[in-house]
């Protein structure tokens, strides 16, 4: 390819996937080289639909406690888990002593409930379909027993109440409830409607008119009294999902992140040119905070491709942006945020700069630090041309707190990830309850551990699959981790360039990209296609 096609080529790939909201699908579809499905593409369709396109789990969430978890899919489908090891098994204390219980035992995470949050839409003003896919998920605070979590598609927030409710049945029945079938009609084969003339009273003039069918017989001495059915609450329970509000009509452009705040009433709502601030009981009003569309589209320089709420503080929030830079503001300087208080951005390395510089700076995901102290952003590959995550210090907006490498092992292979569109993937990261670890996906459902302690040596590569009976590798440039320990997961080569500790080359259609901790353990719930994955140390 010529300079001036490549030049090209990447001006229209920028757009289509950044600026997807001027036309009514996504730019990067529209140019697209046509008639053109390289070797990797028609794999990749392969295994999507191998394994079912609609299944395929795209946001993953804890809840503060640690004991519920959430998955979203493509095809609008909420899952809850619960955590069942903690619960008290209703023994006595002599029988719990015992059984003997270990002192430490693995997790364990069973299926509790699911349900439809979104279903595909059709916007008739705009000629756009809205794919039911869940982008985010977030759990809000619990009350009187209560589950309650955010879910959002592109364009609609919905507002989820997952309760245990009692089941309510019928009863006190004159007849026998074994002839009794649906809402408390006698069970017949004959039809219940009559064309005979009947009296006032209701009866019937033609006895061969028989309502109650062929199997019905009076008791001895006929009914004493009838008793009208009664409806009553029984012991057993089910969960029921009930949507309480619907926050729609707000966003113009495709929603990438929802995020609550610490005051429990409030969360935002961001696109790729605005956020918006949202009051839970409040679904037909949000106020815009900040508002990055410049008068000419033409003048568009970055979008926003992630917000976050400070944990603590009610008043402050960090967005990226896709030129790799981190904003921190402060809602109590003004209604509209366009002024930040902190820029977090690392200078660029004079004669760094390439091709691919643009697009490999842009950040896909943020995360606070349980303290608030630091964010960790995930990029692509960071601007000095090494791939990976980064950790700020919000005190230290000079540069990252530090750098973990990632996929410096693709540095050769940018050309080939820019052809088959793996150089725009969006991974994630999250960091453990304690600060002193992060982690992130990668290719051939990989996912890397590191240790952020100040001094701390520690990498870890693992992988998500259900067969993990594999030839294990020692890393000799490394000594022992403490996350070796982790079940279900293979030690990997992580300094081999593009293979495996066994020798196979990495599959870029099998990408690791959600992943959560538990924000108390060091347990890690991570999603490739379909499969969810726990691993604990």
């Known amino acids: 390819m010529r300079w001036s096609q490549l030049r090209w080529a990447r001006h229209s790939r920028w757009i289509g996937n950044s600026l997807r909201y001027l036309v009514n699908e996504p730019l990067e579809k529209k140019f697209k080289k046509f008639a053109r499905m390289n070797s990797s593409m028609q794999r990749s369709c392969m295994a999507i639909s191998s394994v079912g396109f609609i299944d395929i789990i795209s946001a993953i969430e804890f809840d503060k406690t640690g004991d519920h978890l ?8 909420v899952v809850l888990f619960e955590r069942t090891d903690t619960k008290d098994p209703g023994l006595s204390r002599r029988d719990l002593e ?11 995470f069973r299926y509790k409930t699911e349900f439809q949050s979104h279903e595909p839409e059709f916007d008739y003003l705009k000629s756009l379909e809205i794919e039911e896919k869940i ?17 959002t598609n592109d364009k609609t927030i919905k507002f989820w109440k997952v309760q245990e409710k009692k089941v309510k049945k019928i009863s006190d029945m004159n007849l026998d409830p074994s002839k009794t079938v649906g809402n408390g009609c006698i069970a017949s084969s004959s039809n219940s409607s009559c064309p005979k003339p009947c009296l006032a009273n209701g009866g019937s003039s033609d006895r061969s008119c028989n309502y109650f069918g062929n199997d019905f017989s009076f008791p001895p001495g006929g009914l004493p009294s009838l008793r009208l059915p009664v409806v009553v609450t029984s012991q057993e329970t089910s969960l029921v999902a009930r949507c309480r509000r619907v926050y729609a009509h707000a966003h113009d452009y495709h929603i990438n992140s929802i995020s609550n705040n610490s005051d429990g009433e409030t969360f935002i709502s961001a696109d790729d040119l605005r956020i918006n601030l949202w009051n839970l009981e409040i679904s037909n009003q949000s106020f815009n905070i900040v508002d990055v569309k410049p008068a000419n589209m033409e003048d568009l320089t970055e979008v926003i491709t992630s917000a976050e709420f400070h944990p603590t503080h009610c008043n402050m929030l960090a967005y990226s942006s896709s030129k790799g830079s981190i904003r921190l503001i402060d809602l109590r300087r003004s209604a509209l945020c366009d002024s930040h208080s902190k820029l977090f951005e690392e ?24 303290d608030g102290r630091y964010i960790l952003s995930r990029d692509y590959m960071t601007i000095k041309i090494s791939l990976g995550c980064q950790l700020w210090d919000i005190n230290m907006d000079s540069g990252p707190f530090a750098t973990f490498q990632v996929h410096e092992y693709l540095r ?36 890397r551990v590191f240790g952020c302690a100040p001094g701390s040596t520690e990498a870890t590569t693992l992988e998500a699959s259900k067969n993990p009976i594999r030839r294990q590798v020692q890393t000799p440039s490394r000594p022992s981790r403490s996350l070796s320990s982790i079940t279900r997961v293979v030690r990997r080569g992580a300094e081999t360039p593009g293979v495996d500790a066994n020798g196979n080359s990495l599959d870029f259609t099998t990408k690791l990209l959600h992943l ?15 499969s969810l994955y726990m691993y604990y140390a």
């Open 70 to 77: 959430a998955t979203g899919d493509r095809g609008g489908r």
């Open 98 to 108: 015992r059984m003997d219980y270990p002192i430490s035992r693995h997790p364990e």
């Open 135 to 151: 982008n985010k998920i977030r759990w809000c605070q619990t009350a009187n027993g209560a589950l309650f979590l955010l879910s």
């Open 347 to 370: 200078p660029e390395a004079p004669g760094s700069r390439s091709f691919f510089t643009e697009i490999i700076a842009s950040i896909s995901d943020i995360k606070f630090a349980k």
């Open 412 to 447: 050769p292979k940018l050309c080939d990830l820019y052809e088959n569109d793996s150089i725009f993937d969006k991974f994630e990261c999250c960091l453990s309850g304690d600060g002193l670890r992060v982690a992130t996906g990668s290719y051939s459902n990989l996912f």
């Open 516 to 530: 959560a901790w538990h924000p108390a353990e060091n347990s890690i719930a991570c999603a490739a296609a379909n």
